[in-house]
T-cell receptor, first 112, second 117 residues
Framework: QKEVEQDPGPLSVPEGAIVSLNCTYSNSAFQYFMWYRQYSRKGPELLMYTYSSGNKEDGRFTAQVDKSSKYISLFIRDSQPSDSATYLCAMSLKAAGNKLTFGGGTRVLVKP | GAVVSQHPSRVICKSGTSVKIECRSLDFQATTMFWYRQFPKQSLMLMATSNEGSKATYEQGVEKDKFLINHASLTLSTLTVTSAHPEDSSFYIC?????????????FGEGSWLTVV
């Protein structure tokens, strides 16, 4: 079993819909949670960064962390074709020097 | 946000030669940088953690003598693929931890495509 599980998709939605992404993890010691967006043949771009449980909102993006369930989510409102990319969740231990453990990534396709 | 630059973005080399990839933090000092490898349609695989002024820490299964990492300054880490072979062809990505002003989060470079022919 992988430490971080993420549905590979692809997830296809119409433009304007809400995109819902999630990851589950097995290591309860993870404390920092991140979502990255990666376009084809590019490096990952940090979207959201949260510490411990709770919600965080930034523009069209909302990240949720439920440590009791070992479950994190990313919601993208009013999705645009430019949101079509692979979304990677990542997490780290407090004392791991920010060594990240990644999910496998979910491919998202927003159709105009 | 913090900027991490990689160079070259794309490189083709002959089998048996060595190739160096640079990773620079442009607007912050990075005591720790990370090197990843990514195969098509797969997630990032951590190869090693690069620490300024000390030896890199390699992940299990990564050949230290093949993937040489040097972190000579607080803004530069280099990955040298020695005696490259076609199976080393891949997308290599570095990342660096931003400072307090950047939320202590991890930022990635644009990646470097290596093709060994």
């Amino acid at each position: 079993q992988k430490e971080v599980e993420q549905d590979p998709g692809p997830l296809s939605v119409p433009e304007g819909a809400i995109v819902s992404l999630n990851c589950t993890y097995s290591n309860s010691a993870f404390q920092y949670f991140m979502w990255y967006r990666q376009y084809s043949r590019k490096g990952p771009e940090l979207l959201m960064y949260t510490y411990s449980s709770g919600n965080k909102e930034d523009g069209r993006f909302t990240a949720q962390v439920d440590k009791s369930s070992k479950y994190i989510s990313l919601f993208i409102r009013d999705s645009q074709p430019s949101d079509s990319a692979t979304y990677l969740c990542a997490m780290s231990l407090k004392a791991a020097g920010n060594k990240l453990t990644f999910g496998g990534g979910t491919r998202v396709l927003v159709k105009p | 946000g913090a900027v991490v630059s990689q160079h070259p973005s794309r490189v083709i080399c002959k089998s048996g030669t060595s190739v160096k990839i640079e990773c620079r933090s442009l607007d912050f000092q990075a005591t720790t940088m990370f090197w990843y490898r990514q195969f098509p349609k797969q997630s990032l695989m951590l190869m090693a953690t690069s620490n300024e002024g000390s030896k890199a820490t390699y992940e299990q299964g990564v050949e230290k003598d093949k993937f040489l990492i040097n972190h000579a300054s607080l803004t530069l880490s280099t990955l040298t693929v020695t005696s490259a072979h076609p199976e080393d062809s891949s997308f290599y990505i570095c990342s660096a931890r931003g400072g307090t002003s950047s939320g202590n989060t991890i930022y990635f470079g644009e990646g470097s495509w290596l093709t060994v022919v």
